[in-house]
Structures are given as structure tokens and as C-alpha cells.
């Protein structure tokens, strides 16, 4: 096991991105993706991978980037992990929606229920009195 460059704690072999450039190793989470939205990036970038630090510009025009003092993730994951979330976004989405409208639907039934309640039990007196002549 290795340590992740970005949180310095110990990084799997199956759960780390190595950077193309300096070789540091870095948790999938701490460069702002998920071992799923990795994977879907194509071979070749995958294998060309940059970390933050790596992609900055350099300075004075020597090989040495830019670093800043302390690393922080990208604050919104990249597209392929983005779009891996839709499916699930959507189907949460699809359950709340579908809830809403079952409890639209038995509130009118419930109303349209009571009613026909409220005009049988008022006509009554009515069947009654008819019951009486009779």
C-alpha cells in the first residue's frame, strides 16, 4: 500500500489514480472522482492522467508547476461521474413524483367517497318519509 498525495492516508492498489507526470498516488475521491466515473474515461486518458497539481501551469517556463500550499478537491465532480448520477437523480426523482400524485389520487377518491356518502346519508329523511306513506 501506498499513501494518497492529497489526504496522505494509505491508498489501496484497487482504489488509487496515479498521476502521469510526478507518480503520486491519490484516492479516487480526493481528485474528485469515483472508481466508476474513472473507469468510464478511455484507455488513453486514463494512462495520461494529470493530478490538480500537475495541471497547473508552470512557472518561469521551468518543469516545476505551480503548487499551492494546500490541496483541496475539485468542489463538482467531474462529468462522467455527473452523469453516472442521472440514472439514480431521475429514479428518486420518478419515486417522489409517483408519491405525490398516489396521494393526490386518494385524496379524491377519499373526497369523492364522502360524497357520495353525504348524499345518500341526506337523502334519508327523504326515504324515510316516502318508507312512512307506504
Same mark, same amino acid.
Given at each position: 500500500?501506498?499513501?494518497?498525495?492529497?489526504?496522505?492516508?494509505?491508498?489501496?492498489?484497487?482504489?488509487?489514480?496515479?498521476?502521469?507526470?510526478?507518480?503520486?498516488?491519490?484516492?479516487?475521491?480526493?481528485?474528485?472522482?469515483?472508481?466508476?466515473?474513472?473507469?468510464?474515461?478511455?484507455?488513453?486518458?486514463?494512462?495520461?492522467?494529470?493530478?490538480?497539481?500537475?495541471? @497547473?501551469?508552470?512557472?518561469?517556463?521551468? /518543469?516545476?508547476?505551480? #503548487?499551492?500550499?494546500?490541496?483541496? +478537491?475539485?468542489?463538482? =465532480?467531474? %462529468?462522467?461521474?455527473?452523469?453516472?448520477?442521472?440514472?439514480?437523480?431521475?429514479?428518486?426523482?420518478?419515486?417522489?413524483?409517483?408519491?405525490?400524485?398516489?396521494?393526490?389520487?386518494?385524496? @379524491?377518491?377519499?373526497?369523492?367517497?364522502? /360524497?357520495?356518502?353525504? #348524499?345518500?346519508?341526506?337523502?334519508? +329523511?327523504?326515504?324515510? =318519509?316516502? %318508507?312512512?306513506?307506504?
Amino acid at each position: 500500500m501506498s499513501s494518497c498525495f492529497g489526504c496522505q492516508q494509505l491508498v489501496s492498489v484497487t482504489d488509487k489514480i496515479c498521476c502521469f507526470d510526478c507518480k503520486n498516488n491519490f484516492h479516487y475521491g480526493c481528485v474528485g472522482y469515483t472508481k466508476t466515473s474513472f473507469s468510464r474515461l478511455t484507455a488513453k486518458a486514463k494512462s495520461n492522467w494529470k493530478c490538480p497539481a500537475c495541471k @497547473l501551469p508552470t512557472k518561469n517556463d521551468d /518543469k516545476s508547476p505551480v #503548487k499551492s500550499i494546500s490541496y483541496s +478537491p475539485p468542489p463538482h =465532480a467531474p %462529468l462522467p461521474s455527473a452523469a453516472g448520477n442521472l440514472d439514480e437523480y431521475f429514479r428518486s426523482m420518478e419515486v417522489s413524483l409517483l408519491s405525490k400524485l398516489k396521494t393526490e389520487l386518494v385524496s @379524491l377518491i377519499e373526497d369523492k367517497i364522502l /360524497k357520495d356518502i353525504q #348524499k345518500k346519508v341526506g337523502a334519508i +329523511p327523504q326515504v324515510k =318519509a316516502h %318508507l312512512d306513506e307506504v
